[in-house]
């Protein structure tokens, strides 16, 4: 079984920072794809970052130049460094990998959230 937990989430003011973390733990192989999305009060689950194992990354375009994703594979842990925070950049933040599990298993995996406000 694999587990991803996030943490780093809280209330920020505008133009503040904040740096979320995701552990990933249980019995891993490997991790390919981890990223980042966010779900705001009324809408769909959108993609925030994403990194492949290989250190490729992609943003959203309402987060590029804000937003940095990174990755400790030693740790199996993926950040996400968010700068200039806007309101609209509130929502749950929620971590998602690509996992081998030890038994040679592949599953998509979903950690629980982390909520994130920006107040004006």
């Known amino acids: 079984q694999v587990q991803l937990v996030e943490s780093g989430g809280g209330l920020v003011q505008a133009g503040g920072s904040l740096r979320l973390s995701c552990v990933a733990s249980g019995s891993i192989s490997s991790i390919n794809h981890m990223g980042w999305y966010r779900q705001a009060p009324g809408k769909q689950r959108e993609l925030v970052a994403t990194?492949?194992?290989?250190?490729?990354?992609n943003y959203a375009d309402s987060v590029k130049g804000r937003f940095t994703i990174s990755r400790d594979n030693a740790k199996n842990t993926v950040y996400l460094q968010m700068n200039s925070l806007k309101p609209e950049d509130t929502a749950v933040y929620y971590c998602?990998?690509?996992?081998?599990?030890?038994?040679?298993?592949?599953?998509?995996?979903w950690g629980q959230g982390t909520q994130v406000t920006v107040s004006s």
């Open positions: 998602n990998a690509d996992v081998w599990s030890s038994s040679l298993r592949f599953n998509n995996y």
């Open positions: 990194s492949t194992g290989a250190g490729r990354t």
